[in-house]
Every structure is written in C-alpha cells, then in structure tokens.
C-alpha cells in the first residue's frame, strides 16, 4: 500500500511590474486646463476676472435693480466668482504643494460645481442680452439706460462663460475616463 507522503512544491512569485508597464493601471496625464495645473489655474483666474467684471460693470448702474434679468446675472456672476476664485486658491495649493487633484470626489466636487455655476452665468448672460436687445432695438430707450453698460457687462458675463467651459468639459471627461 502506498502512502501519500506530503510534498512541498515551490510556488513562482508573479513579476514585479510598476505601474507604467501594467496595461490595466494606465493614468491620464495631466493636460493643461485641468485642477492642479497652471493651464487650470490661469482659466480660472480668467473665469474670476470676467466674472468680476461683469459684476461690477452691472453694479456701478444705477438702475440694474429694475430689470430681474440684471439682478439675476449679478447673483450668477457673483457665484461664478466666488466659485473661481475658491478653485483658484485651490490649484495654487496643489501647485504649490506639487500634488495632483485626482481624487475621484474632488474631481466630481469640481465637475458638478463648474456645470452648475457655468448654467446659471450663461442663463443669466442670455437673459441679460435678450433685455439688452429689448431696451436699444425694440424700445428707443437707451437716452435714459445706460445700454453699453449693460451690454459690456452681459458680454463678460458671456466671456466668463466661455472659459468656465474648458474647466467643466476637462473635469468631466476625467470623471468619465476613471
């Protein structure tokens, strides 16, 4: 009869791969425009700037409380700025700290914050521009308005727009790709 007599068979250890040769662990590379970098922090430095234009171009009117649509872009470029300028300290940090913001979270926080505040700016832009058109082409009424004030805010509310719109397609395309 035999008997079974346990053996010890030796096991291969699987190879060391680091994460550049690993095809299942292959990282974006940071593109410029994207949280963290200095294209990042440069558009949001000009979100904030045309944001705070519009702002106060719209403000220093004496009669924008009269119109909804100019107290909505005022509210909306105000959040817009406020918002821009907080994700701009944010970039400086991770700039200057030398660290990637690729947390999944942060990446969301930033994706969902950017559509919000980039919906609100374009509607309050929009509407802000169809009263523009209202007050100096249907409505011969620009000698008592000061119609280029309006409209030189509600053409920064518009730039600010269009810069908040490589910040949230970036963030968003990252989310997606993770």
């Known amino acids: ?3 079974s007599h346990p053996s010890v068979h030796p096991v291969e250890a699987p190879p060391l791969t680091d994460a550049a040769n690993n095809p299942h662990r292959v990282r974006m590379k940071d593109l410029q425009g994207m949280p963290g970098t200095r294209g990042g922090l440069a558009l949001r430095f000009c979100q904030f700037a045309f944001a705070l234009a519009s702002l ?8 924008f409380t009269s119109v909804t649509a100019f107290c909505y872009l005022v509210a909306a470029v105000a959040l817009q700025s406020f918002w821009s300028l907080s994700l701009a300290m944010v970039d400086i940090y991770a700039l200057l700290v030398r660290r990637s913001l690729r947390n999944s979270r942060v990446v969301s926080l930033f994706a969902v914050g950017d559509g919000v505040t980039s919906t609100l ?5 929009c509407a802000s521009a169809g009263i523009t058109v209202l007050i100096d082409n249907d409505l011969p009424a620009c000698s008592q308005n000061p119609c280029a004030r309006f409209e030189t805010a509600t053409a920064m509310a518009f730039i600010s727009w269009f810069t908040v719109s490589p910040s949230f397609l970036l963030n968003f395309w990252s989310l ?3």
């Open 121 to 125: 700016t374009f509607a309050a832009a």
């Open 176 to 178: 997606a790709s993770r």
């Open 56 to 63: 106060c171009i719209m403000v220093s009117t004496r009669d």
């Open 1 to 3: 009869m035999s008997a």
